[in-house]
């Protein structure tokens, strides 16, 4: 096994013993590969490793790699803070955006998402633990955003996405209670699917408390030497 092969496999095991701790099928926890700072020659090395959803924070980067990878067939997941002036580019050249927090921004994302594509896949981000600096809509703002965002028509809204603070993994369980509460808001509640949760350092806790997504960068593609 080379090098992409070696790491993947060993975060899908980690991921299935995981799972067995809990009594969780581990086809119910899915594998983003978060590939920020990574060139896209790495990314092409992972997808032939098996990998297909790799997931971007910065959109220029971003655009960039969609522009030297579209031989292949990824699944591109938007994973940084939206902000209202690029929704153009998301709706145009991703398949999901996790980190919508208002509605203006789903609303956008719905008027810009072309016709000819499948709708475009969103989880809404929530500042699950109250951090300060951290983007996401607060708790108490989600069942209200869940009712009209379902509603809008090239979207197809599928969970929420938390980023806790390293060390409170309390704070997954806080995101599961809140997932399951809202559901009931939803205009299509069996699009509500997933719950974005879980990075190199703290997958399992997220697992045992309820993730379906995974976002792994470093344990995928090693330590990222540069930011932005
Ligand atoms: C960078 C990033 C990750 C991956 O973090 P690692 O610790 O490298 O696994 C996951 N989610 C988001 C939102 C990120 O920005």
């Known amino acids: 096994m080379n090098q992409s092969q070696q790491s993947r496999q060993s975060v899908l095991d980690q991921i299935q013993l995981a799972c067995e701790h809990v009594q969780r099928d581990p086809a119910s926890v899915q594998l983003l590969a978060v590939s920020k700072t990574h060139p896209s020659q790495s990314l092409r090395k992972m997808y032939q490793a098996g990998q297909r959803s790799f997931g971007e924070n910065y959109l220029q980067e971003a655009l960039t790699k969609i522009d030297e990878l579209q031989d292949l067939e990824i699944e591109w997941h938007f994973i940084g ?25 789903a609303e956008r994302l719905s008027i810009q998402r072309l016709e000819s594509r499948k709708p475009l896949n969103i989880c809404i981000q929530v500042n699950i633990d109250g951090q300060d600096s951290k983007d996401g809509c607060q708790p108490d703002e989600v069942a209200e955003l869940v009712q009209h965002i379902s509603q809008l028509p090239n979207i197809r809204l599928r969970g929420l996405m938390v980023i806790p603070a390293p060390e409170n993994s309390a704070a997954f369980a806080d995101a599961k209670t809140l997932f399951e509460q809202v559901r009931s808001q939803h205009a299509r509640p069996q699009d509500w699917d997933t719950l974005s949760m879980g990075m190199s350092g703290d997958l399992d806790a997220a697992i045992a408390a309820g993730s379906t997504m995974v976002r792994v960068g470093t344990a995928l593609f090693g330590a990222r030497d540069y930011h932005h």
């Open 81 to 105: 803070h939206v902000q209202r002036n690029k929704t153009k580019h998301l709706a145009e050249k991703f398949d999901w955006v996790h980190g919508v927090d208002r509605l203006i921004i």
